[in-house]
C-alpha cells in the first residue's frame, strides 16, 4: 500500500485538443526550421530550445537531437497520419551517424526517442540495426569494476569516472536489444549499472545527488556533487524526474522489486517536497534558497507525469499516481503551453536547462516537449 497524494481541484486535460494545439506549434516549429538557412549550413538538424528570443537548432550529435524526431513519431502515434510519418522519417534519418558515436552516455536519449519509436512503430529492420549498433557504442562506457556507464569526457581532469542521474534512462536503449538480439550483454550492463545507481546515487530521504564519480581501479566512489543543480547537496529537479523514470522503467523491464521499491520512494520524495507548488510543477531544484523567486522546470513536470502513468499500473493498490500525472498534464496544458504560433512553435514555456551555467532559464525545449506528448498518449492507455 502506499500513500495516495493530496491533488486538490485534479482536472482531466482534453487529450483530443492538446494534441491539436500541439501539432499546430510544430507546424509553425516546421516552418521556422525551413526558414534556418544558416543551420542547414552548420549541419545543425534538430530544433532543440528558443533563447534569448534566438531559435537555437542543434547537431546530430547533441544529447537532444533525438527528441524532436520522437516527437513527429507520437504524433504519427495518435493520428496514424501519413504526413506525421513521413516527416518522423526524414528527420529520424538525419541523426542515424550517432550511432556510431562512443563519445557520450546520451545515446539511449539520441537513438531510442527517434529509432526506438520508429522501431516500435514500422517494425522497420533498418531502424533495427540503428538500434542495435547504438547499443554497442553505448556498451563501449562500461566499466566492470565500478560496475557503470562513464556519462561524461568532456569533464575529464575534473572528474575521473563521472555518473549523472540522467544515465539511467539511457538504459532503455539496452533492454530493447537484448529483446531483440538475445545477446544478454546489454541487460546485464543495465542492471549492474542500474543496481549500482541504486547503492550510490541516493540520499535517506531518496533524493539523489546529480554525479558520482568513480574510482575505476577500485570501484570506489570518490565524491558526490552536482553539475547542473543549485549545490552538491541539493535535488535538482529534473535530475529527481530522471531517476523516478528511469527506476519504473527498469522495473517494468527487469521484475526486480527493489526497483519499484525505489521508483516509489523518489515519487514521494517528489509529491511530498514542502517546495512543491500546487500546480506540481516544480521549481528548478527543490532547495534553491531563493524559493519561490526562481525559475521552474515544466520538463521536471513533463517527464515525472509520464513516468507516473506508468508507474501507477505497477504500484500497489492506493495509489493515485495516474491522478497526479493527470493533474501535472493539466497544469502544463492550461498554463504552461505557449500561445498560437509563440516561441518559435515549441510546445511548452518554462523549463530551466542549466542554471548554474546561466543557460537555457526559462525557456521552451525540446525534451520538454517530448515527455509532455508521451504523458499525453499515456493518460489515455
Ligand atoms: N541530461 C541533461 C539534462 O537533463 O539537462
Known amino acids: 500500500m502506499v500513500a495516495a497524494f493530496s491533488i486538490a481541484n485534479a482536472q482531466k486535460v482534453n487529450v483530443a485538443k492538446a494534441f491539436n494545439n500541439a501539432e499546430m506549434q510544430t507546424a509553425v516549429l516546421l516552418a521556422e526550421?525551413?526558414?534556418?538557412?544558416?543551420?542547414a549550413k552548420k549541419n545543425q538538424v534538430s530544433p532543440r530550445t528558443v533563447e534569448n528570443g534566438q531559435f537555437k537548432m542543434v547537431a546530430s550529435n547533441d544529447w537532444t537531437s533525438g527528441f524532436f524526431p520522437g516527437e513527429l513519431w507520437y504524433f504519427y502515434e495518435y493520428t496514424k497520419d501519413k504526413k506525421w510519418l513521413d516527416l518522423a522519417r526524414i528527420y529520424t534519418d538525419k541523426i542515424k551517424k550517432e550511432q556510431f558515436n562512443k563519445g557520450t552516455h546520451d545515446l539511449g536519449f539520441m537513438i531510442y526517442?527517434?529509432?526506438?519509436?520508429g522501431y516500435r512503430l514500422t517494425h522497420d529492420t533498418a531502424y533495427r540495426s540503428v538500434i542495435i549498433q547504438a547499443a554497442k557504442s553505448l556498451s563501449t562506457r562500461f566499466n566492470p569494476v565500478a560496475g557503470v556507464i562513464k556519462s561524461w569526457d568532456h569533464t575529464d581532469g575534473k572528474w575521473k569516472y563521472p555518473?549523472?542521474?540522467?544515465?539511467?534512462m539511457n538504459l532503455e536503449l539496452l533492454f530493447e536489444t537484448t529483446k531483440i538480439t538475445g545477446d544478454s550483454s546489454f541487460y546485464k550492463i543495465a542492471v549492474s549499472h542500474a543496481n549500482t545507481t541504486m547503492k550510490n546515487h541516493y540520499r535517506p530521504d531518496f533524493s539523489s545527488w546529480h554525479v558520482v564519480d568513480y574510482d575505476i581501479q577500485t570501484g570506489k566512489v570518490i565524491q558526490k556533487v552536482t553539475a547542473q543543480g543549485y549545490s552538491d547537496e541539493s535535488a535538482w529537479a529534473r535530475g529527481q524526474a530522471w531517476g523516478l523514470y528511469g527506476f519504473t522503467m527498469c522495473y517494468r523491464e527487469t521484475g526486480n522489486k527493489a526497483y519499484l521499491a525505489q521508483a516509489n520512494a523518489i515519487a514521494h520524495f517528489i509529491l511530498t517536497n514542502k517546495t512543491m507548488p500546487a500546480d506540481l510543477v516544480p521549481y528548478w531544484d527543490y532547495n534553491d534558497p531563493q524559493i519561490p523567486n526562481v525559475s521552474r522546470d515544466a520538463s521536471?513536470?513533463?517527464?515525472?507525469?509520464?513516468?507516473?502513468?506508468?508507474?501507477?499500473?505497477?504500484?500497489?493498490?492506493?495509489?493515485?499516481?495516474?491522478?497526479?500525472?493527470d493533474k501535472i498534464l493539466y497544469s502544463?496544458?492550461?498554463?504552461?503551453?505557449?500561445?498560437?504560433?509563440?516561441?518559435?512553435?515549441f510546445i511548452l514555456e518554462?523549463?530551466?536547462?542549466?542554471r548554474p551555467a546561466k543557460s537555457e532559464i526559462d525557456v521552451p525545449i525540446n525534451y520538454a516537449d517530448y515527455y509532455y506528448l508521451e504523458a499525453l498518449l499515456r493518460s489515455r492507455k
Do not use: R, W
Request: glycine share 8%; aromatic share 8%; hydrophobic share 35%.
Open 33 to 39: 526550421i525551413k526558414n534556418d538557412t544558416l543551420a
Open 113 to 117: 526517442c527517434s529509432f526506438g519509436n
Open 163 to 168: 555518473v549523472i542521474i540522467d544515465n539511467m
Open 300 to 325: 521536471a513536470a513533463a517527464i515525472t507525469a509520464s513516468a507516473l502513468y506508468e508507474l501507477a499500473k505497477y504500484a500497489p493498490a492506493g495509489n493515485n499516481y495516474k491522478q497526479v500525472a
Open 332 to 345: 502544463l496544458t492550461t498554463l504552461y503551453t505557449s500561445k498560437p504560433g509563440d516561441n518559435k512553435g
Open 350 to 354: 518554462h523549463s530551466t536547462g542549466h
